[in-house]
């Protein structure tokens, strides 16, 4: 049956291409939608006559003088699955209007599958959202999670790469469900890959069989540019290590962690790749914090000595190279560090002392800025 939302819907699409009165009615003969608003929740009894009949219906005017709630015009019934979900309605004279509306039963109709259609991709899409966070979450498989998958058509047999990509842009709602099923439709290719949107600016992908290190590369740089040309996001990927299908939850943390690097520089980032980064991500964030207050709090404020020492670490400590990025004089690069060391008591020039403020500016890195 014609849900009233959609019989709206076919209302306003219907009125754009032709200038009558229209209206869609239930299986019950009751008017869901019309252009005259005062005929909704009335009763039309040509409209029951025609869904009795499952044939088109020409309503005169004597008809209008004997039949309720009716006004001269045609009443086509319209068919979904092969089962009458209800009647649309043209008023006017029959004649005039009736070469319209073979037109309007089979637009009707394509919008209904039209519709149903997106409702069913999305409960799929929603289905495997809910299945693949099931799966990521936890190890232990029960008889129900077993049969979801059959039901949903994943393959739990096959080894599983996870592949979490995050987007970022000045555009709200990131990653539309639209956008997902563009990235699927280009990049799946009818593959046991399994694309699930991850909250509105993170996608999560469970790509199947073990695969060369370059190829998911590959297919991660074909992702990213997809998406910057297309949609103007800026993406990074983070992706963790080949699984069997039960240690997918553990490719899926390996992905996380890889990602939370990736983000730094909007890059591509294997975990396997990690080195400082695997030990970073296990310290608690209060330890973290209380870290930084022991070390750089004091030059929090002092932006120009944090990006003074910023650029001598990725110079690999060379003044010269420093000096040169920062177009400042080597002696003043020279006093910059000794005022580091005066708010710090560490001295960038000791390893010791460096390792501590290194990790003090990743840590500050991380945490929240202040407004």
């Known amino acids: 049956m014609i849900k009233p939302e959609l019989a709206e819907s076919i209302i306003s699409e219907m009125n754009h291409l032709i200038q009558e009165e229209l209206i869609v009615a239930d299986t019950s003969g009751t008017i869901i939608a019309s252009t ?13 006559i025609c869904i009795r009949e499952k044939n088109t219906r020409v309503i005169t005017e004597e008809d209008q ?12 019934p319209v068919f979904f699955q092969n089962q009458i979900a209800g009647v649309i309605g043209i008023t006017g004279d029959p004649g005039r209007v009736s070469p319209y509306g073979e037109i309007l039963r089979r637009m009707t109709e394509l919008l209904m599958n039209e519709r149903y259609y997106s409702e069913q991709v999305e409960w799929r899409a929603r289905a495997i959202e809910a299945f693949v966070f099931d799966w990521v979450q936890k190890s232990d498989w029960t008889e ?4 979801q998958a059959e039901l949903l058509g994943i393959d739990l047999t096959l080894e599983r790469q996870v592949l979490i990509g995050h987007c970022s842009s000045e555009k709200e709602g990131l990653i539309s469900q639209q956008t997902l099923l563009d990235l699927m439709h280009f990049f799946t290719n009818e593959t046991a890959d399994v694309f699930v949107r991850w909250g509105n600016d993170r ?36 992706i963790g290590q080949p699984a069997s299908p039960q240690h997918v939850p553990l490719s899926f943390q390996q992905a996380d962690r890889a990602l939370n690097t990736a983000k730094k520089t909007k890059g591509i980032v294997f975990d396997d790749d990690l080195r400082l980064e695997m030990l ?84 500050l ?7």
């Open 65 to 76: 003088k004997t039949l309720k709630g009716v006004k001269a015009g045609i009443n086509l």
């Open 203 to 238: 996608f999560v992908i469970l790509m199947a069989g073990h695969k060369k290190k370059e190829r998911t590369h590959h297919f991660a740089g074909q992702i990213r540019d997809y998406l910057k040309n297309r949609y103007g996001l800026d993406l990074s990927i983070g």
């Open 144 to 147: 129900e999670f077993i049969s």
């Open 280 to 363: 970073l991500k296990e310290i608690k964030k209060e330890t973290k914090m209380d870290f930084v207050s022991r070390t750089i709090r004091s030059m929090e404020h002092e932006r120009e000595l944090v990006d003074t020492l910023q650029t001598f670490i990725l110079q690999n400590q060379s003044f010269k190279a420093a000096a040169d990025v920062l177009h400042i004089h080597i002696n003043t690069l020279h006093y910059r560090m000794k005022r580091i060391e005066e708010l710090t008591g560490l001295n960038p020039r000791h390893t010791h002392d460096m390792t501590i403020l290194y990790l003090a500016l990743l840590f």
């Open 36 to 48: 005259d608003k005062s005929r909704v929740g009335t009763f039309h009894e040509g409209a029951l």
């Open 365 to 371: 890195d991380e945490q929240p800025k202040k407004e």
